[in-house]
């Protein structure tokens, strides 16, 4: 049985936007891969949106999406238990090596309520495997958070994506009615861009960053 990883992100397309050719190198090598979305997303594309979820995660190899369809926006609505549970079901049920979520210095609130939910969802208990728990940045709302020593992404593992980063902008394409025009940063030239720039840092053409929260080596 292959080892799985969850991939959780608050709105559709948050899930690949930081991690897309990543998750491909990792179904590449033979993971399992599953994408977890906590919220709707807009209201005005709630009705078709998850349609084009699934295209976009297959176009890398993902073949399963979970939807726990909560109002977007919404999430500090609800007790923060509610959304840990949830997630605990799933880990129960997929039982993954890692977990890929947003960062906790994300603009975006939704964004930091999943966060926090992953965050307990994933906390070390005795006797149980242990799950790596690493955040991605999403253009839009990771870069234009409170730049301050506690909030600001500190990437720390980097992942060479030169190989897949046609396969991530392929993937986007779906997600077309997301995305925005240059020099937004949730466009198809700014997520090129920013895989350079991360890539130019560790001396490769294309990269994605991710900031390690918890890896135990065993």
């Not at 997630?87 to 090596?97: D, L, S």
């Not at 977990?99 to 965050?119: E, K, M, P, S």
């Not at 997301?178 to 198809?188: A, D, K, L, N, V």
């Amino acid at each position: 049985m292959s080892d799985c990883i969850l991939v959780i992100g608050a709105h559709p397309d948050d899930e690949l936007l930081g991690t897309a050719g990543t998750l491909k190198k990792f179904i590449a090598e033979g993971y399992k891969v599953i994408s977890v979305i906590t919220a709707l997303g807009r209201k005005e594309e709630a009705h078709h949106i998850q349609k084009f979820s699934r295209l976009a995660n297959k176009e890398i190899g993902i073949e399963e999406v979970v939807f726990l369809e909560h109002v977007n926006l919404e999430l500090e609505m609800i007790p923060l238990h509610k959304l840990t549970k949830e997630i605990e079901q799933i880990i129960k049920k997929y039982k993954p090596v890692k977990v890929f979520t947003h960062h906790y210095g994300d603009l975006n609130r939704d964004h930091q309520i999943t966060f926090q939910a992953v965050l307990t969802a994933t906390r070390p208990l005795p006797y149980t495997p242990p799950i790596e728990l690493i955040t991605f940045e999403t253009v839009s709302s990771s870069e234009w958070g409170a730049f301050t020593c506690e909030k600001t992404f500190k990437p720390n593992y980097f992942v060479d994506v030169t190989a897949t980063m046609e396969n991530k902008l392929r993937a986007l394409k779906h997600y077309n009615l997301e995305m925005r025009e240059f020099p937004h940063p949730r466009s198809y030239e700014g997520i090129e861009y920013l895989g350079r720039i991360r890539g130019m840092s560790v001396g490769v053409p294309y990269a994605e960053a991710f900031e390690i929260i918890r890896r135990v080596w065993k």
